[in-house]
Structures are given as C-alpha cells and as structure tokens.
C-alpha cells in the first residue's frame, strides 16, 4: 500500500527559512538604529527616494522639513559622531539699521575728535610761539590735553603774594592771550589756585577768595578786549583743593600758586553727534 503512494518532490532546505528570519531580523535592526539616529533632513529625503527607487513606493514622501516625531533615546542620547550642519540649521547675521545708524554716529564722533585735536595742537603751538619769552621767564606754561588748552599763568610775574592786583607789565601778556582765544572757539574757564597756607587778611578771609578774585581780575583783563564773548567765560575759584604738586615745599607751593585759563572745546564733539530720532518700537 505505502509503494503505490506517489512520491513528493524534495521541498526548500530547512536552514532556508532560518536565514529568512536572520534578516528579517537584521532588517528590523537597521530600522531600530536608523529611528534612534539624529534626523537629517537633507539625507533622509535622498534615502527614502532611493528607497522608493528600489522597491517601487509609489507614494511621495515630503521630506522638507526635519520629522516632527521624538523619541525619548533621541532627545536623551547624542551619536559620538556629530552629524552634518543642515539647511534648516544655518544661522544668518545681518547688520541692523539701528546698529548702522550707532556705527555711523560713533566714525562722526571720532573724525570730529581728531579734527579738534588737531586743531588745538596748532593753536596751542601758536600761543607757545607767540608767549616764547614769558614761557622761558617761566611766568606762563601751555599745555594741550586731549579736547583743551590749558594756560597756566603761574604767580610769579603776574601777582605779588597775597594780593588779587595784576602786574601792570602783564597786561600786554593777557593782549596777546586775549587775541587767541577770540580766534580759538569753546567754553573758557578761568580758575584761581593757591597753595594751603591759610590766608586771613581784611580783604581776604581765606584762600577761597583770594583764588576767586584773582581769577576775575584774569577775566577783566581779558574782557579788555572787546571781540571777547562774555557768555563764554566762566570764573571758578579752587582755593587748594586741586594742587599741581604736593604741598611739601616752598618750591611746590609757589607751583601751586597759579591762575589757569582753560579753553574747553568737549562740548563742540558732543554737538557734532547726528541727533537721531527714536526707535519705532
């Protein structure tokens, strides 16, 4: 009976269908891996059109954009490699125009600052020239600083110690002093200065007003000339409180003693800043 049931044919070997299940299991791996990768927009659109190429998907998948899904391993675990920077991920800087506008104000300031430097080096060279001789008596000393002209009418020739009354012979030092500050624009302060030996005279009761009124007799001096702006001058009297030197000598003290007539141009590169309205908000 059992020789008369025909005989099957042999099938496909047993370790075939173990091999299957190996790469299906592979596959399934591969898959795992690629979702816990860090998406790239750019490579995942060119691997799902391979892919679509390869097995034939007819539905396109638009891959502009990075995949809004996110898995706990994405967003706690980082790839040791760090992958390309996308399209999606480039940051672009542009200068805004309110950042223009500081740029322009700022180069403003600056040229000005220059142009007023230089400027008052010419000037002061100018006086130094013109003063030469009171310079090498040692009775005046000018100095240029940054945004100013300092002219230090020092008490020796000028004033007799302990009085406010100007040197007959000094006047015509103020004439040619006056002709530069007519010509040279800026607030002018002219401060008085003494040294700290207390001063208590029936004219003067302390050093406060002996400063102050040898700084306004400095002024009235220069206000003989008439081409002098009044509304520029200012009178400031300091008494000791700003001492060129220590008062430890009878050499520094008579440094001390002085008259300083200080052109001030700062004012002028403050004006000179383009006014700019506000920013609409």
Known sequence: MADECPKCEDGLPAWLATFADLMSLLMCFFVLLLSFATM???????MAESMKDAFGVQREVPAIDVVMGTSIVMTEFSPTTTPEPSPIDEV?????????????????MEAVAEQIKQEIQ??????????????GDGKI???????????????KGSFPSGSDRLDPAFYDVMDRISGVVVNTPGKVIVAGHTDDVP?????????????????????????????????RVVVEGRADSAPLVPNSSSENRARNRRVELI???????????????????
Do not use: M, Y
């Open 40 to 46: 790239d927009a750019v490579r995942f659109k060119k």
């Open 92 to 108: 672009r800087q542009q200068t805004t125009e309110v950042e223009k506008q500081h740029l322009d104000v700022k180069d403003a």
């Open 122 to 135: 010419e000037q002061a060279e100018q006086l130094r020239e013109e003063l030469r001789e009171e310079i």
């Open 141 to 155: 000393n000018v100095e240029a600083e940054e945004a100013r002209i300092v002219i230090r009418i020092e008490e």
């Open 199 to 231: 001063i208590s005279t029936t004219r003067f009761r302390s050093n406060w007003e002996l400063s102050s009124a040898r700084a306004v007799t400095v002024v009235h001096a220069l206000l003989q000339n008439p081409a002098v702006d009044e509304s």
């Open 263 to 281: 052109i001030e141009r700062s004012n002028e590169i403050e004006n000179a800043i383009p006014q700019t309205g506000p920013t609409p908000g």
